[in-house]
């Protein structure tokens, strides 16, 4: 039975809901209503629009009416906590599916939040009953690696939600596993309306040409380790720091985790509190890194894939 649009009017739980968000979430169960139970659906919102409050609000929506339940993938242990505090928001009991997880008491539950790879492990060691789940929603979806998880959801409505509709692989395109994109407010628009801050943007002329494309269509990582990992470039970004950003809190995106660490010992041998983060940290290093950085008013983080 295809899933039924929904008045969110009587919505009375979880954050207020904007009115472009309202718009998205009545979008979606349009496309619930009409399609078929397992259409794959991909929605897209610029970051900081709102899309883990949307799709909370899909999910509470959907329990209320229907007598399935409802999966959330993520593909990172922040997100998965963020997904979890935001769906007890809107008043939706979930269980995260990590690898710590008793799942002795899974059918108290219509609502889980999982790791890919966590999950992949207990569908594969059939240790989740996912037979009556209806909906999967997929967060961050232009990530490959959730792809591998469809084979288990033949039958379920898939909702991808991303701010990048474009796929992690060029060889792997998002049509091949979405059956339509519905796109959200755009960046100029949420700014326009308040929603977002209007950034301040400083550009600094770095020279690419060395940069080489690879087969997958991107800058492959010897030459962006080459260049972002020079000395011209450790001191551009170091005198960059200091023009605008000294003494403030700060966020350093890398390509990789050796820039992120000549980053990392530039940033340190310039006396300044810097800390590095990537996907090799401990879960404890890790928490203990994102508290550090919370608390320290001058904070300098320089990472790779975490916090982006």
């Known amino acids: 039975m295809p899933l039924k649009a929904i008045d969110i009017e009587d919505q009375k739980t979880g954050k207020e809901l904007y009115s472009y968000q309202k718009g998205a979430i009545n979008k979606i169960f349009k496309c619930f209503e009409e399609a078929p139970d397992d259409y794959h659906l991909l929605y897209?919102?610029?970051?900081?629009?709102?899309?883990?409050?949307?799709?909370?609000?899909i999910v509470r929506q959907y329990l209320k009416h229907h007598d399935k339940k409802v999966l959330i993938m993520t593909h990172r242990i922040e997100l998965i906590k963020q997904t979890s505090r935001m769906l007890t928001e809107f008043k939706v009991v979930n269980k995260i599916v990590d690898s710590t997880a008793n799942l002795d008491d899974q059918d108290d539950y219509s609502c889980f939040v999982a790791m890919v790879e966590t999950l992949n492990n207990r569908l594969n060691e059939d240790m989740l009953d996912i037979s009556n789940v209806g909906l999967v929603i997929?967060?961050?979806?232009?990530?490959?690696?959730?792809?591998?998880?469809?084979?288990?959801?033949?039958n379920s409505f898939i909702l991808g939600v991303?701010?990048?509709?474009l796929s992690s692989n060029i060889k792997l395109p998002m049509k091949d596993n979405y059956n339509e994109l519905i796109v959200g407010e755009s960046i100029a628009s949420l700014i326009e309306n308040n929603f977002l801050a209007r950034a301040e943007i400083y550009s600094y002329n770095v020279g690419l040409t060395s940069l080489v494309v690879g087969a997958n269509g991107d800058y492959t990582v010897k030459s962006s380790e080459d260049l972002y990992t020079h000395n011209d470039m450790l001191s551009k970004l170091l005198h960059a720091y200091e023009e605008h950003s000294k003494g403030k809190k700060t966020l350093i995106f890398n390509n990789g985790i050796k820039t992120s660490l000549h980053v990392y010992d530039a940033f340190h041998a310039a006396g300044y509190n810097v800390a590095h983060l990537d996907?090799?940290?401990?879960?404890?290093?890790?928490?203990?890194?994102?508290?550090?950085?919370?608390?320290?008013?001058?904070?300098?983080?320089?990472?790779?894939s975490i916090l982006t």
């Open 44 to 57: 897209q919102l610029p970051t900081g629009g709102g899309k883990t409050v949307i799709f909370s609000e």
């Open 162 to 165: 991303t701010a990048t509709p």
């Open 138 to 154: 997929i967060d961050e979806a232009h990530y490959n690696s959730f792809t591998k998880l469809f084979k288990f959801f033949e």
């Open 279 to 304: 996907n090799n940290n401990t879960k404890k290093e890790r928490k203990a890194i994102l508290k550090w950085f919370k608390e320290t008013p001058n904070a300098i983080l320089t990472s790779v």
